[in-house]
């Protein structure tokens, strides 16, 4: 096995999603070929290589607008691990936003927050991983709600970047314009919108924002009213109802995250309004 310092950092384009699916499938993730398609056209996607040719380590920074960016994707295969990788990957997709005077954001595991701490990321928020089994009791539709069409994307991506933080209308796009796509909005839609997407393994409801938490609530119904099999929700610890619900529905606390940033300079987001994130990779 090579020394790891010498393992270079390079582009990682869309021939080489076979081996990002490779690392995802070994980590257990839920990301797809669709997944790793929209961040690799509108980010800039680095792996390190082995003497195959084969990427056996992944990261990636995704640009949200001209003030924050995404820092996600960041896999090591299993023979590879605990060598630095990850932190090297992680610091030159930081750097790289930061060169931009972009602020870099991460959601982390505890683990790996405890690393990016040491790298000057500060912690911001926490949310839990919430799943749903593909057997648990359907829930109606609520009145609050109704499906969302690509008339809604302006108001849509309105709330979204008021409440998230970051401008990225090219990732609700790619969202609800996929085959099978699940979204709602509440009757008047400036109120808040759900969005889904089709996992690996399940299928992940998210982002849900919403003006208060009778909406978020509803928009949750909605969504699983629609949605068959497995459900991911990575919801935000602090909204306590919304929470209650996700166990009332069925859901089950899988593991932690800590939304973490480094060096912003002021408040990003609304996190009152935002109830549950897109997924670890998109923020």
């Known amino acids: 096995m090579a020394d790891t310092d010498t393992l270079a950092i390079m582009p990682l384009a869309e021939d080489a999603i076979p081996d990002g699916l490779a690392l995802v499938a070994e980590a257990g993730w839920n990301q797809t ?19 195959t040719g084969r990427f056996i380590a992944s990261g990636l920074a995704l640009p949200y607008g001209d003030r924050i960016g995404w820092i996600s994707m960041v896999l090591v295969a299993g023979a590879w691990r605990r060598k630095g990788i990850a932190t090297r990957l992680v610091e030159d997709c930081a750097r790289w936003l930061e060169d931009r005077s972009i602020t870099p954001v991460l959601d982390a595991t505890p683990a790996g927050a405890a690393v990016y701490r040491r790298m000057g990321f500060e912690t911001i928020a926490r949310m839990t991983r919430w799943h749903r ?11 609050l709600v109704r499906p969302a069409t690509p008339d809604d994307l302006p108001h849509i991506a309105m709330t979204d970047a008021k409440v998230f933080g ?118």
Do not use: Y
Not at 33 to 51: F, K, L, P, T, Y
Not at 133 to 143: E, L
């Open 166 to 283: 970051g401008f990225r209308r090219f990732l609700l796009d790619d969202l609800l314009m996929r085959p099978g796509a699940v979204a709602q909005v509440a009757v008047a839609p400036s109120c808040g919108f759900a969005l889904s997407r089709k996992g690996r393994v399940a299928t992940q409801i998210g982002p849900l924002m919403a003006q208060d938490e009778a909406t978020g609530i509803a928009l949750l119904d909605g969504m699983l009213a629609a949605i068959d099999g497995p459900v991911l929700v990575d919801a935000f610890d602090q909204h306590e109802g919304f929470v209650a619900r996700l166990e009332a529905c069925g859901f089950t606390a899988q593991r932690p995250f800590e939304r973490m940033v480094r060096g912003a300079k002021t408040t990003i987001g609304m996190a009152e309004r935002c109830f549950a994130a897109a997924g670890p990779e998109l923020g």
């Open 133 to 143: 089994p593909a057997d648990a009791v359907r829930v109606a539709a609520p009145a």
């Open 33 to 51: 070929a669709e997944d790793w398609r929209v961040m690799i056209w509108n980010g800039r996607a680095i792996g390190c290589q082995d003497s």
